[in-house]
């Protein structure tokens, strides 16, 4: 059962149940509304940026990213010879954006002062008539966290499915603009005035960010493929200070893709980076690229984490 010693129940807050987390010197928090990683912090120094208590998430922050991430074109997908049709999340493209998730009260499953387990059901609605039981597992390490989902399939058929995260990084102490944020990918996508995709390319100036760029020298709401794996088989995607110190978010089997996204309107910060490790691109109920079928019954599971050091 959850330990309430760990919990600030003292106010409502628009993101539900604050859990807070502690392993020596990092600490976490998880918001329930989403399953978010709102806040963490490494040695005192802030890595993922909070935003106020008494404000809902902005721009999708921690937020956990089920059954598609990103968008689909006008929410309208071909489910073998079925056309559906999404609730549109995303009035200002016509788009459904992030999944059906976004927005949910997630049940605390289980609770340690180092640990959190928050699960979520799919139910069947409109455009999506599958039921897919999810999970969600954030756990401090010495100098970071790491994260493990699950989804099963509760339906009688197969269930399409792909699954994103949208933490935003930082380095405390240190002006964003001189951050180099570094992705090891060899393409991008290219997308239209919806930011849907519509092509994919080599990624050359603006986008190539193997080598590494300034944070302040780039704007990005970018997806991209090609990535590299480490030796390990994980992604590496690194946001560095000038005085060499470093956080990475590496990404396990099974996120083959990653949307980076900068803003200068997230709560408290100048400048801060969305790095979204995905499952599938934008679109994927359409093009299939990266889609997976979960058969009855069937589970997946995948894992990322951040590291500061």
């Given at each position: 059962?959850?330990?309430?010693s ?14 807070h ?24 120094v ?5 935003y106020?208590e ?21 929410g309208?997908?071909q ?22 998730l976004?927005?949910a ?11 959190v ?6 139910v ?9 039981e999810?999970?969600?597992t954030?756990t401090?390490t ?19 499915v792909?699954?994103?995260?949208h933490p ?11 951050l ?19 092509g ?20 990005l ?49 100048t ?25 009855p019954?069937?589970?997946w ?9």
């Amino acid at each position: 059962m959850p330990s309430d010693s760990t919990r600030d129940d003292s106010r409502p807050s628009p993101t539900g149940i604050q859990l807070h987390l502690r392993r020596d010197a990092v600490t976490a928090q998880i918001a329930q509304v989403g399953a978010s990683l709102r806040h963490l912090v490494v040695d005192g120094v802030e890595i993922v940026p909070p935003y106020p208590e008494d404000e809902p998430t902005p721009s999708c922050s921690g937020v956990v990213l089920a059954p598609w991430p990103n968008r689909i074109r006008d929410g309208v997908w071909q489910d073998g010879d079925t056309t559906r049709a999404l609730a549109i999340t995303e009035p200002k493209f016509r788009n459904a954006s992030h999944g059906l998730l976004r927005f949910a009260t997630y049940e605390i499953a289980e609770q340690s002062d180092e640990s959190v387990t928050l699960s979520a059901a799919i139910v069947p609605q409109t455009g999506y008539p599958y039921l897919v039981e999810t999970s969600v597992t954030y756990t401090l390490t010495d100098a970071g966290i790491d994260v493990t989902h699950t989804l099963t399939n509760r339906s009688d058929t197969a269930a399409p499915v792909a699954l994103g995260t949208h933490p935003f990084l930082t380095i405390g102490g240190v002006d964003a603009r001189e951050l180099v944020l570094r992705i090891p990918a060899e393409t991008y996508f290219e997308t239209d005035d919806r930011m849907l995709p519509i092509g994919e390319s080599p990624v050359a100036s603006g986008t190539d960010l193997r080598a590494g760029a300034r944070l302040g020298d780039v704007q990005l709401d970018t997806g991209f493929a090609g990535l590299h794996r480490d030796a390990d088989g994980q992604v590496r995607t690194t946001l560095s200070a000038p005085d060499g110190r470093t956080v990475t978010l590496h990404q396990g089997e099974g996120f083959d893709y990653i949307q980076a996204y900068t803003t200068t309107g997230y709560p408290g910060q100048t400048l801060t980076v969305a790095i979204e490790p995905m499952t599938a691109p934008a679109e994927s109920f359409n093009s299939g690229r990266g889609l997976r079928r979960l058969a009855p019954d069937e589970s997946w599971t995948l894992r990322w984490g951040i590291r500061f050091a």
